[in-house]
């Protein structure tokens, strides 16, 4: 179990490992071509030590990798601010946002697909902006208006992974909960159910509700999110939330057993159409 810095150097050196050995170069061959010290390709590829965006372009560049979204995804990985040549917008908050929360954010603006377990509330990428405002106010005691402006504005802007080509497949499991705890007014709360109506029905989202009937699951645990990577699955990853800061999961073993809890919840919860329907007729009677 890490935080996301050091699992993100873990996951960046195995993956620039691999591109080494499909290049059939040795760490030595690496070396001399971008005119370092071997020990210094190994203590990147181990993890033991951070890298510049630039030392990834030149190894990049050196394994002749080509492939614009991998190499942005592995950029992203070393905390470049432009992929690429391409800004990563969350960086202008890099004042107002923690780091735990840029890495949740530069995780999932790469990802190509999200399993998420919600307990509490409505997944962020799915809330409307008065949702989202009342979520925040009450997580964040005392905070600042204009603080509270920003972290929304950060909330909405993440959306649009779901608007983005292609877009990120998400897939989410809603405890019961989620759609019964008054958010912001009853008001506020019939609106974000109706939200997650229209949002049921685009094709790069599956919503499942898990209703009270169900009992106990495994997920009484807690909420967690799953990532997964198109180009490789060693860089998925599981991030568990808590209250100042996220923990990431990368272990093969750890991956495999949420990737198993996700698709049990998954068969005890209601199908896609019986949700929307569930979902719409709370609304309906809110």
Excluded: C
Excluded at 51 to 61: G, Q
Excluded at 85 to 113: K, M, N
Excluded at 158 to 179: F, H, Y
Excluded at 246 to 259: I, M, N, V
Aim: proline fraction near 5%; hydrophobic fraction near 45%.
């Amino acid at each position: 179990m890490q935080h996301g810095p050091a699992v993100r150097r873990r996951k960046l050196g195995a993956e620039l490992r691999a591109l080494r050995t499909l290049a059939e170069l040795t760490s030595g061959d690496a070396a001399r071509l971008v005119g370092w010290h071997q020990s210094k390709v190994s203590r990147i590829e181990t993890g033991t030590s951070g890298v510049k965006p630039a030392d990834v372009r030149l190894l990049l560049d050196a394994y002749g990798v080509a492939d614009t979204q991998l190499r942005d995804l592995l950029l992203v990985l070393a905390g470049s601010d432009d992929g690429d040549g391409r800004h990563h917008w969350w960086h202008a908050y890099r004042g107002v946002l923690p780091p735990t929360y840029r890495d949740f954010i530069s995780l999932e603006s790469q990802a190509s697909a999200m399993r998420t377990l919600e307990t509490t509330v409505v997944p962020g990428l799915l809330q409307t902006p008065e949702y989202a405002r009342a979520v925040t106010r009450a997580a964040v005691d005392g905070l600042a208006e204009d603080r509270l402006d920003t972290l929304v504005e950060v909330r909405l802007a993440r959306q649009d992974v779901l608007r983005a080509e292609p877009p990120l497949e998400l897939n989410a499991v809603l405890d019961e909960a989620v759609l019964r705890r008054e958010v912001g007014g009853p008001g506020v709360m019939t609106r974000q159910l109706f939200r997650l109506v229209e949002a049921a029905r685009l094709p790069q989202v599956r919503l499942q509700v898990l209703p009270f009937a169900a009992g106990a699951h495994i997920g009484v645990t807690g909420p967690f999110v799953i990532f997964s990577f198109s180009h490789t699955s060693d860089l998925d990853v599981v991030v568990l939330d808590h209250l100042t800061s996220s923990l990431y999961l990368e272990r093969k073993e750890d991956l495999e057993a949420y990737t198993e809890a996700f698709n049990a919840l998954r068969i005890h919860a209601l199908s896609p159409q019986e949700s929307l329907d569930y979902i719409a007729g709370i609304a309906d009677g809110a």
